[in-house]
């Protein structure tokens, strides 16, 4: 009896000692996210800027001498314009202007009335180029950006310098969902949406506290975490009933509510109910760069877990255009390269950009 009472003095010991670390993480937390926000609304007033195009009051955020070379970027779903935060210094003193949009119901832009594509996104970077008189630039993106960017090349070739696609829009995106697989991948996609946590929260900071737990943001200091604030804040919307939400309507555009949308845009696509989900996964890069004429960068990250496994389709296309494609392939890394691995992501750029360099100079 002594025993088990020594040892559940040691249980309760350690709960209520992980509490109070909860506790004063989570008021340290609050008080940071207060503070950061002054800063943000500096920043966003320094960098943000809005235009009119014709789907959309689009928000974008701007960086470095308009007179560089330019380089637009275009983020992934659930992300915005902010996920360059950590790199955007390095990538100024590369000599680069550097664009980064925020595409439909993500970052401040709102998700237009009328249906839209991933190529309406191309035709508003398109608008927005010819506002601020760039007639060519490079554009690259990440996960659905890189799709986004894809798109862009396949509607105006002519604007393209070169690519940098950050695992997404060098492969179809449903290159490995086979026919055998979908009674499993059914049953994955219906257990995902039945075990996904309501989006609704009574404060902003309850919905940051939720992103904070589970979003890998948890453990990760200076620049990484200010970077992780502000795409945050970007991201979290009060609604009309005075509740939190975080990237509200985006769901409903990229057609992921439920397991039946999700499917739909993976299997059916031609009848799937929203086009902006449907179009990016109708997307073929091996169509569109069939004829591919301005140099790529793939970042191609691959681990245990991977999402989306292009290894041997980005090594296919990397084969057809060997002068062309730089195919940077990066073990044990998740989705996301320039958050996990950022100083190896800005020297594989820097590579890339003397590559175009002495391609335009023998042009």
């Given at each position: 009896?002594?025993l088990?009472?020594?040892?559940?003095?040691?249980?309760?010991?350690?709960?209520?000692?992980?509490?109070?670390?909860?506790?004063?993480?989570?008021?340290?937390?609050?008080n940071?996210?207060?503070?950061?926000?002054?800063?943000?609304?500096?920043?966003?007033?320094?960098?943000?800027?809005?235009?009119?195009?014709?789907?959309?009051?689009?928000?974008y955020?701007?960086?470095?001498n308009?007179?560089?070379?330019?380089?637009?970027?275009?983020?992934?779903?659930?992300?915005?314009?902010?996920?360059?935060?950590?790199?955007?210094?390095?990538?100024?003193?590369?000599?680069?202007?550097?664009?980064?949009?925020?595409?439909?119901?993500?970052?401040?832009?709102?998700i237009?009335?009328?249906?839209?594509?991933?190529?309406?996104?191309?035709?508003?970077?398109?608008?927005?180029?010819?506002?601020?008189?760039?007639?060519?630039?490079i554009?690259?993106?990440?996960s659905?950006g890189?799709?986004?960017?894809?798109?862009?090349y396949?509607?105006?070739?002519?604007?393209?310098?070169g690519l940098?696609?950050?695992?997404?829009?060098?492969?179809?995106?449903?290159?490995?969902?086979?026919?055998?697989?979908?009674?499993?991948?059914?049953k994955?996609t219906?257990?995902?949406?039945?075990?996904?946590?309501?989006?609704?929260?009574?404060?902003?900071f309850?919905?940051?506290?939720?992103?904070y737990?589970n979003?890998?943001?948890?453990?990760?200091k200076?620049?990484?975490?200010?970077?992780?604030?502000?795409?945050?804040?970007?991201?979290?919307?009060?609604?009309?009933?005075?509740?939190?939400?975080?990237?509200?309507?985006?769901?409903?555009?990229?057609?992921?509510?439920?397991?039946e949308?999700?499917?739909?845009?993976?299997?059916k696509?031609?009848a799937?109910?929203?086009?902006?989900?449907a179009?990016?996964?109708?997307?073929?890069?091996?169509?569109?760069?069939?004829?591919?004429?301005?140099?790529?960068?793939?970042?191609?990250?691959?681990?245990?877990?991977?999402?989306?496994?292009?290894?041997?389709?980005?090594?296919?296309?990397?084969?057809?255009?060997?002068?062309?494609?730089?195919?940077?392939?990066?073990?044990?890394?998740?989705?996301?390269?320039?958050?996990?691995r950022?100083?190896?992501?800005?020297?594989?750029?820097?590579?890339?950009?003397?590559?175009?360099k002495?391609?335009?100079?023998?042009?």
């Open positions: 009896m002594k088990f009472s020594f040892f559940l003095s040691i249980v309760l010991t350690l709960t209520l000692n992980a509490q109070n670390t909860a506790l004063q993480d989570s008021i340290y937390q609050n940071l996210y207060a503070t950061s926000k002054i800063e943000f609304e500096n920043y966003e007033k320094q960098h943000g800027k809005y235009i009119e195009t014709n789907n959309v009051k689009m928000h955020l701007t960086w470095g308009p007179s560089n070379t330019p380089l637009v970027w275009v983020h992934g779903t659930y992300s915005n314009g902010y996920e360059l935060l950590e790199i955007i210094d390095s990538l100024v003193k590369k000599d680069l202007y550097v664009i980064a949009i925020d595409y439909y119901g993500h970052g401040f832009t709102p237009p009335k009328k249906e839209i594509s991933i190529y309406h996104v191309a035709d508003d970077i398109k608008f927005l180029l010819n506002k601020l008189k760039i007639k060519k630039t554009i690259g993106g990440w659905r890189g799709s986004i960017s894809t798109a862009f396949d509607a105006y070739p002519s604007s393209v310098l940098i696609l950050e695992d997404g829009g060098s492969v179809a995106w449903d290159v490995n969902n086979h026919k055998q697989q979908i009674d499993t991948y059914s994955e219906e257990e995902y949406y039945k075990n996904r946590k309501e989006n609704t929260y009574t404060t902003e309850d919905a940051y506290w939720l992103l737990n979003w890998g943001i948890k453990g990760k200076d620049l990484k975490l200010k970077k992780e604030i502000f795409t945050c804040i970007a991201r979290i919307k009060k609604s009309e009933e005075n509740k939190w939400l975080i990237n509200p309507g985006v769901e409903v555009i990229t057609g992921e509510q439920n397991a949308q999700d499917l739909a845009n993976i299997f696509p031609f799937a109910k929203e086009l902006f989900g179009s990016t996964h109708l997307l073929n890069p091996k169509i569109i760069y069939r004829n591919l004429d301005v140099p790529m960068l793939i970042f191609d990250p691959l681990s245990k877990n991977d999402w989306y496994d292009f290894e041997a389709e980005n090594t296919k296309l990397t084969q057809t255009y060997p002068l062309l494609i730089t195919h940077k392939i990066y073990q044990n890394t998740w989705h996301g390269v320039k958050d996990e950022p100083v190896e992501f800005l020297k594989d750029v820097d590579v890339f950009l003397k590559k175009l002495e391609f335009y100079k023998k042009k």
